[in-house]
């Protein structure tokens, strides 16, 4: 089983800051990455697919790189609308999610 | 615009089995360009993903719940199901189903229900 690592779990960051979450894959993956957002109580929300490729709708502050085994999400100013918590999910084998990233007002 | 709701029963007591409903509502569960899946998320904790059906029929389940899971499609009520067995305290979370899109060889879940706890408890 492929095992997804994000780092850091948890962050404090200021409004306007550029964020970096990291997930690691336990082996290649190649891109076939996706990225959430997720909001207290409401559904995960799909942010960046096959890696780099931003969901319509999203804003361009959020951005996605990597492939093999190290990946970020990167947002390039934080907006107050953007404190969530932030999850990986792998999609070559078994589509798990990595443990999560919360992102919380400094 | 593509809908899900999920429903079931709030309460289910130890040893018994879940059973869940996914509505689809603005779209086809039988179109080829989707499939369908079952997460789920403890209190407190982050996503577990369940298990995905495809318009085939076809399932795909998370090796740790495969011996008590099932997933089914009705397509005449485009509704996709959940069943697992044999449940613990352990199960007690919001159980979510998702639409799982493909781009390519690429895919992701861009579309999702609200969720709905389930609490495992006598």
């Known amino acids: 089983d492929i095992q997804l690592t994000q780092s850091p779990s948890f962050l404090s960051a200021s409004v306007g800051d550029r964020v970096t979450i990291t997930c690691r894959a336990s082996?290649?993956?190649?891109?076939?990455l996706a990225w959430y957002q997720q909001k207290p109580g409401k559904a995960p929300k799909v942010l960046i697919y096959a890696a780099s490729t931003l969901q319509s709708g999203v804003p361009s502050r959020f951005s996605g790189s990597g492939s093999g085994t190290e990946f970020t999400l990167t947002i390039s100013s934080l907006q107050p609308e953007d404190f969530a918590t932030y999850y990986c999910?792998?999609?070559?084998?078994?589509?798990?999610f990595g443990g999560g990233t919360k992102v919380e007002i400094k | 615009q593509v809908q899900l709701q999920e429903s079931g029963p709030g309460l289910v007591k130890p040893s018994e089995t879940l059973s869940l409903t996914c509505t689809v509502s603005?779209?086809?569960?039988?179109?080829?360009?989707?499939?369908w899946g079952w997460i789920r998320q403890p209190p407190g904790k982050g996503l577990e993903w369940i298990g995905n059906i495809y318009y085939s029929g076809s399932t795909y389940y998370n090796p740790s719940l495969k011996s008590r899971v099932s997933i089914s499609l009705d397509t005449s009520k485009n509704q996709f199901s959940l069943k697992l067995n044999s449940v613990t305290a352990a199960d007690t979370a919001v159980y979510y189903c998702?639409?799982?899109?493909?781009?390519?060889?690429?895919?992701?879940?861009?579309?999702w229900g609200q969720g709905t706890l389930v609490t495992v408890s006598s």
């Open positions: 082996q290649g993956i190649s891109s076939y």
């Open positions: 603005g779209g086809s569960i039988s179109s080829s360009s989707y499939y």
């Open positions: 998702a639409r799982g899109r493909y781009s390519g060889s690429y895919t992701c879940f861009d579309s």
């Open positions: 999910q792998q999609l070559n084998t078994y589509p798990h």
